[in-house]
Structure formats: structure tokens, C-alpha cells
């Protein structure tokens, strides 16, 4: 298993461009089972989870093709299977993405339930339940989501709570149903506004995307498209808690800070000066960061997804704050391994609290999550000495090339292949 050693103290400094947003990319390639004609997708990141994608629907007699860069075509003219088997879905739970697709199309999908994940529980009865609204003969029998339909019918579907993927798949079961279909409490991520703007150049109509509410009149059918993914708000977001933790001035190209209000709030807050431009973020740090307190929150409040780098940023910052994760009810599984470089941090239940410590210093350990390694590098990126992270097969699930990136701004990084 792949490691990273770290030797912490180097500012940042220099000039990198931002992937495209692999939670955009993921229900995007899915969205290819949607029409017999040709998806042509740029700024598709090169990630393991899009592997994994593009492997599921190889699998299922997708034709998938992917240059030399970043674009990949998708045609799913001959499928030889209309499911999703237990060894690819177990590692990647954006595998029930392809869930809504099969079902809207073809009328039938065999989905293996996503396995547990270190965060929570993360059930997809939403999906489930959704999906019935729509008339879907749908039940779940050893371990696998099996689910018929003649043809999907519109409704209204309202969902207990915001679910992103959730919203995603009952959005690409709707756009093929008979009639009218209305997400209420839809999220409003902008993951879900890039697959909704993919499906209307298919040919969808859909309106209200970017709202709590998506209304969508249903298709006969989809056509090929092309699209750009948007960029990566999360990737983004890490690099700038590196940089507000390690200190230094990077510039990050082909970003998305329309999209990154609530981070670039909380970064500001904790005394970097970021400057943007339409696709540019300039940030810079030159002192201890001031300790800041945030919630995690549906989009367009902090996302879950960046709370293990802030938190990382906050062990070495002046003061204490308190961060509550109101998404996930086990996304503390950095801390441990925080409190192994020195950090001060105290859970109770939701809530943890963080009590700023002049140093870090280096140590080994162990990545939990996709997230949780990125606040692991963070933290070993101001770290005295060495750190080492291991397990980052979790970490290349998600950053492209991060330690390439990394060393391009100036830290000392390496990965230690085994
Ligand atoms: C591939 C992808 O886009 N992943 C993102 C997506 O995950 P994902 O779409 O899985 O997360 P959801 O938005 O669905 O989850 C939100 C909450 O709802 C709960 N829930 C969800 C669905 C359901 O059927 N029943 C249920 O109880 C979950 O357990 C969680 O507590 O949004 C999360 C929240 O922004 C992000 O952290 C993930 O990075
Ligand atoms: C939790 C994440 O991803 P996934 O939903 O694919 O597990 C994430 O991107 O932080």
C-alpha cells in the first residue's frame, strides 16, 4: 500500500490548475447510460473513482473511451448487462448512481447496496423510495436493489432530507418518465447543477436546478452531448487549507469560486487574503491562522466534505474553535490520527473542539477516508519534522496527482510505493 511522507515546514508557493469535481464527473459518466448516442465529456479528473465508474460500465457493455488527457467518450448502445455487481460497488458508494439511469432506460436494474463507509451509515432508502414514487417495482433481496418498470410515470417526490446523489438519481430517472416530475427539498449542490446541465443539452427539460425545488418534464428519449465538468470546489477548498496552514501564496487556475462561497468565507475569517477572478483564486498567508467555528451544512452552507481540512487548520491556529458536522454522524475519523501529531481536539457527539497548539510535529498516520487524508497532509504539510500518512488509497479516490501538485508549490513530499 501506497504512503506519503511528509517533511513538514516548507511554505507553499507557485501556481496550479484545479481538476475537474469528481462528484460532478461521477453521476455525469452515469448519465451516459441515458441515451444510445455518444457523451463526449472534458475535464473528466483522473481519479480511482472514476476508474472504478468507467470500469462498472465497461462492464455492462458500455463503450468507454479516454485520450491521453482529460476527456472521455461514453456510448451505451449494446449493453450486455443492466447491473452493478458487489466488487465494484463496494468500494465506491457513487456506484448507485447508475441506478436511476438503468431503470429509466431500459426498465430494469440489478444495483448492489453500497457497502458500509467509514462515515456513517449513508442508507439509500431516499433513492429507493423515489424511485417507487415514480412506479418503480422496486426491492431490495440479497444485497441488491432490484428494481422493474414499464415505464417511469411522474410525481411529486419530496425527499426526509437533502440528498446530493439522491437528487442526481431520481433527476436522471425523471428526464425519461411520462409527464411531470417535482424534487422537493432537491439539493442544490453544484454537482447536481452541472448533471442537470449535461441533461438538458441530452435534450431533458428541467428547471429549477440550483433550487430546493427541480421540476422535470419527461422525454422519449436522450441525444449524444458534449460538456465540460465543472471544477473541483473541494480540491480547491484543500489546497487553500494548505496554504492557510502551511503559510506561503499560491494561485490556483481553472477553479470554480463562484461555487466556494462559505470556504472562501471561513478561509478569510481565518486571516488569509484571497483575491478571485471568474476561474482564479490568489491566496496568501503569512502569519498564524485565527481559529474559526463553522457548521456543516447543505450547499450553500460549509460542506461536510471540507471539514476534516478545516479542522486541520484549526489544530495550529490561534484560539479554539468548535466545529459541528450536522451531515455525517461519523466523519470525525481524522482526529485520532490529528491528535497524533500533537493536535488538541475534544468530540462530544456532533461536536468537536479544537484548541489551537503553537506546533505539530510529525508522526506516523493512518488515512480513514478520502477526506480525512487530505486533513492528514494538511496537517503534516506544517508538521515539525516527518510525517508519514498511510493508507491513501483513500486520498487517490478523490485528489488527482496531489502530491504531484504539492511538490509543484514547493512542499517536501513523496509517495513511497510498496
Ligand atoms: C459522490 C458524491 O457526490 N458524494 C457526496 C454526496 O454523498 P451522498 O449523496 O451519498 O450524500 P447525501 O447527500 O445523500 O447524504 C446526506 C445525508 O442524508 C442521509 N441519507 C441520504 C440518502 C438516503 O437515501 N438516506 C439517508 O439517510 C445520509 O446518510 C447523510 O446523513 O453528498 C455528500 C454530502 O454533501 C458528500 O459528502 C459526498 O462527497
Ligand atoms: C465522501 C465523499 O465521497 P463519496 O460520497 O464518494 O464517498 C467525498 O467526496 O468526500
Redesign the pocket.
Known sequence: MDKLRITGGSQLKGEISVSGA??AA?PILCAGLLTADTLTLTNVPRLN?ISTTLKLLGQMGVRCERDEGNTVSITANQLTALEAPYELVKT???SILVLGPLLARFGEARVSLPGG?A?GQ?PVDQHIRGLAALGADIRIEHGFVIAKAKRLQGAVIRTDMVT??GTENLMMAAVLAEGQTVLENAAREPEVVDLAELLIKMGARIKGHGTDRIVIDGVQALHGATHRVIADR?EAGSFLCAVGTAGGDITLRDAAPQTMGATLSKLTEAGLSITCGDDWIQASMHKRPRAVDFRTQEYPGFA??MQAQLMALNTIAEGTSVIVETI?ENRYMHVQELLRLGANIDIDGHTAVVRGVQKLSGATVMAT???ASASLVIAGLAAEGETLVERIYHLD??YERMEHKLRALGANIVRISS
Open positions: 469528481k462528484n461521477l473513482d465506491m458508494r457513487a463507509c462515515i449513508r446530493v446523489t473541494i461536510t466534505d455525517f477516508d478520502l477526506r479516490r478523490g
